[in-house]
């Protein structure tokens, strides 16, 4: 865990300044599809330390977690906004109902991140006679996949894609956390999952946010990219607490165990 933990750390460390400078002073280097080959791979090699750890404990429990309640909070007012700026979005789509339906699911998000604030708060699993909203999330962000296959999307990011299938993928065996009924071993995924969309949601997001403040450059900005941005971002810190929720789960399990060995 600890060469995870670095790993992450050199890459919230080197990547993200990069990307940053680059707004203000454009490299070449940053802008190339070798600075975008080196940041995958290295997001991948978390993946790949997780894998290869050894860990018993193979789900986390729901516990009271006042830090994670609030940030679930703050995701339900990013899909709170993106109900708007989806319905009256005027983008070019295949279909009219395409936005529309971003906006009914934006909806159901925010209804499942105030279910599952109020879980973290009490401690206690509310889901288990809700259970279709856990996975409105999941719905929101592979529904977001479909609207980048339109043919009339032609400026699509790649961070943009890879960042909204990790969420779609983290997103998915997260629910796992409230309806066990998975053999794989949920902990580790959530680990090589998280911290790369933790990652990459903070290369992409941090540039638009910066954009946002620049009164020449935000004209440019969709109130849909802007609302994602939102979204986006605290759904990152909530997938970092989580993260570390687990990193403790499993360090006391491992203590448990040597104390009794």
Known sequence: MKNIWLMFGIIMLVFVPLR???IFNPISFVESGW???IFFLSIFTIGVLAYMMKIDKKNIEIKKNIPLGLISIGVAVGFFWSIST????????????QPVMMAAL???STISFIIMSASFFKGKNLFSKLSFFI?????????DMILFLSIQNENVDNYDIALTALFALFFLYFTQVFFTSSKLNITKLLIGLGLPTVALSFVKCVPIAIRIF????SANLSDVAISDCFMESFAALFIL?????????????SEVLSTSN
């Not at 989806?86 to 109902?97: A, H, I, K, T, V």
């Not at 996975?135 to 529904?143: D, I, N, T, Y």
């Not at 620049?214 to 450059?217: A, F, I, K, P, S």
């Open 106 to 108: 934006s909806i159901l």
């Open 214 to 217: 620049d009164v020449n450059d």
């Open 86 to 97: 989806y319905y009256l979005d005027e983008s070019q789509y295949d279909f009219e109902w």
């Open 241 to 253: 607490l989580v993260v570390l929720e687990v990193n403790k789960q499993i360090s006391k399990k």
């Open 20 to 22: 940053i400078t680059s």
């Open 35 to 37: 600075f975008t080959f």
């Open 135 to 143: 996975f409105c999330p999941v719905f929101w962000f592979a529904f």
